[in-house]
T-cell receptor
């Protein structure tokens, strides 16, 4: 599975869009980008995933660059409840089903 | 529909004691996982079970054993607890459909302290 690089921490004002970057320059053609988050003391929560097209769901949007070497998770209107550690994970959709969690980005939403 | 349920939520053990962490899911998922998370670190996979009757080692299996009792339940056993096993333990499950395999649903965690 490709390695990912995320900033260790970010702040965002409440009500603004939070843009969380992830670099995955060694991603291969059959690897998907997944995002999870972990709110303090809770189990991780799946947010969104994509292969090459931009994706949107009720929680967030995922923008993947054309060369697929980086992506951005967008929380359109951040609230205090979005304060969490966000993990970007890259992996294939077959064979080994294990997810590798790095240290992620600690996002703090500021009132 | 409770999702993934872990018991107990908290546990304190003395070095050398044994215990079993229980995990059950009600989503009819094939795959189940056990992770540990140490303070300030990401999750590390201990063991996983791709289907009922099968188990495989993850990144940090030493000191642990698992049992996939049936499709719903996946337990983690510490035979002789050590202080290095003080951690938060998370159980997770995922479905069979191809694109759903990497969408894992997590329990609330078990906070274990070994003195």
């Amino acid at each position: 599975d490709a390695k990912t690089t995320q900033p260790p921490s970010m702040d965002c004002a409440e009500g603004r869009a939070a843009n969380l970057p992830c670099n995955h320059s060694t991603i291969s053609g059959n690897e998907y980008v997944y995002w999870y988050r972990q709110i303090h003391s809770q189990g991780p929560q799946y947010i969104i995933h994509g292969l090459k097209n931009n994706e949107t769901n009720e929680m967030a949007s995922l923008i993947i660059t054309e060369d697929r070497k980086s992506s951005t998770l967008i929380l359109p209107h951040a609230t205090l409840r979005d304060t969490a550690v966000y993990y970007c994970i890259v992996r294939v959709n077959f064979g080994n089903e294990k997810l590798t969690f790095g240290t992620g980005t600690r996002l703090t939403i500021i009132p | 529909n409770a999702g993934v349920t872990q018991t107990p939520k908290f546990q304190v053990l003395k070095t050398g004691q044994s215990m079993t962490l229980q995990c059950a899911q009600d989503m009819n998922h094939n795959s189940m996982y056990w992770y540990r998370q140490d303070p300030g670190m990401g999750l590390r996979l201990i063991y996983y079970s791709a289907s009922e009757g099968t188990t495989d080692k993850g990144e940090v299996p030493n000191g642990y054993n698992v049992s996939r009792l049936n499709k719903r339940e996946f337990s983690l056993r510490l035979e002789s607890a050590a202080p290095s096993q003080t951690s938060v333990y998370f159980c997770a499950s995922s479905g069979k459909q191809l694109l759903a395999k990497n969408i894992q649903y997590f329990g609330a965690g078990t906070r274990l302290s070994v003195l």
